[in-house]
């Protein structure tokens, strides 16, 4: 990684070939049973390699460096995917006879909406690019030129906020 980061292209390449199997096996740790998702992982580590390799620095060893990526990329698939998988609907004839009354006053997008317009702009463009548009967090950070740190204490403020709302939403009724 050194020579790499030094110009050595022909370093970079045999860097990058020889690490695939490391990044498999460190990601197949995390997502179990889903080897397509641990293909998309290894690939975005590779890109994320690529994106902050001068990050590196070779006083270290490189390895904690490698395993700290797959790590922070196999939660944002996860995530990602958990996401995903939390909306879709399995058994439609439960879903179509559950209660009305379980069922929130107002089109689900009205109360979002509501919701999201007690946050200040940062806030809930964090809120919005994260959770609605399912970005990881590495990602909505550079769509908004912002550092991974400033994403994670938006979204921490927003959730502290729209917490408050709610507390005295409930003392108010």
């Known amino acids: 990684m050194a020579r790499a980061q030094d110009g050595d292209q022909a370093a970079y390449c045999r860097l990058l ?3 695939v199997p490391a990044v498999r096996a460190l990601a197949k740790r995390k997502i179990h049973q889903d080897d397509a998702l641990v293909e998309d992982v290894v690939q975005d580590v590779l890109l994320t390699v ?11 060893p490189f390895l904690p460096w ?15 995917r958990g996401r995903r998988e939390s909306w879709e609907v ?18 689900p ?11 200040p702009e940062r806030q809930r463009r964090m809120v919005e690019l994260v959770h609605l548009r399912d ?16 994403v994670k204490s938006l ?11 709610k507390e005295a939403d409930h003392e108010r009724a």
């Open 17 to 19: 070939k020889a690490i």
């Open 50 to 60: 690529h994106r902050v390799r001068h990050t590196y620095d070779p006083a270290r």
């Open 66 to 80: 490698l395993s700290a990526i797959v790590a922070a990329r196999a939660i944002d698939a996860l995530r990602a």
């Open 90 to 107: 399995v058994d439609e004839d439960a879903v179509l006879g559950h209660p009305a009354e379980s069922v929130p006053d107002g089109p």
């Open 109 to 119: 997008h009205r109360q979002l909406d509501n919701l999201l317009s007690r946050l």
């Open 135 to 150: 970005m990881s967090l590495a990602e909505a950070a550079t769509a908004s030129s912002m550092t991974l740190a400033a």
């Open 155 to 165: 979204l921490h403020r927003a959730f502290t906020t729209l917490r408050r709302h």
